[in-house]
């Protein structure tokens, strides 16, 4: 059984795409080490091309291939809501769960990827630049995995001076 991973990302360019699909791959590869069945990775560009190609590659699949859509939160998910990834979708976005669909057919990162960076500057830094450790701590960015649950709105306006005094952080010039 071959498996096609839908992704949200990799912009609206071909060399964006290929590159994102790299990036997935290397971390499907350490998350499965020796798997002998690597899923094919697809960026979609945005979540609602993600979700549409996701719907139109399942209408188009055979029975050797397993379709998943993985896509950001974007909100934390509410218990109370959405007791699977197709509730919170269903709630969120008001995507239905496709005919013949499972379950694990959806799957969703974090609320947003960036919260990833602020959920660990430090490898950001090892990986991309040395200046942004002097960033970092100019900043008063610390390692924080809550980072990863935070919700959306208070992720991105941390360049609001009066939003980054509530959260105890320093704004972003």
Not at 20 to 29: H, I, L, T
Not at 83 to 89: D, F, I, M, R, S
Request: aromatic letters at 8%; charged letters at 30%; proline letters at 7%.
């Amino acid at each position: 059984m071959v498996v096609r991973l839908w992704v949200e990302g990799g912009g609206d360019r071909d060399a964006l795409r290929r590159v994102c699909a790299m990036g997935f791959r290397k971390y499907v590869e350490r998350v499965v080490p020796n798997s002998r069945r690597m899923p094919q990775i697809i960026p979609c560009g945005g979540r609602q091309e993600a979700y549409d190609n996701f719907c139109g590659g399942l209408k188009r699949a055979d029975r050797g291939l397993f379709d998943v859509l993985l896509v950001d939160a974007e909100d934390l998910v509410e218990p109370r809501h959405a007791v699977t990834p197709w509730g919170h979708l269903l709630q969120r976005d008001h995507w239905a769960q496709p005919e013949g669909a499972i379950d694990e057919q959806a799957q969703l990162m974090v609320v947003t990827v960036e919260a990833w960076l602020v959920a660990d500057p430090e490898a950001l830094a090892s990986r991309y630049m040395s200046d942004f450790v002097a960033e970092q701590r100019e900043h008063r960015l610390s390692r924080d995995p809550g980072a990863l649950v935070t919700p959306r709105e208070e992720v991105y306006p941390v360049r609001d001076p009066a939003v980054a005094a509530r959260l105890g952080v320093a704004a972003w010039p």
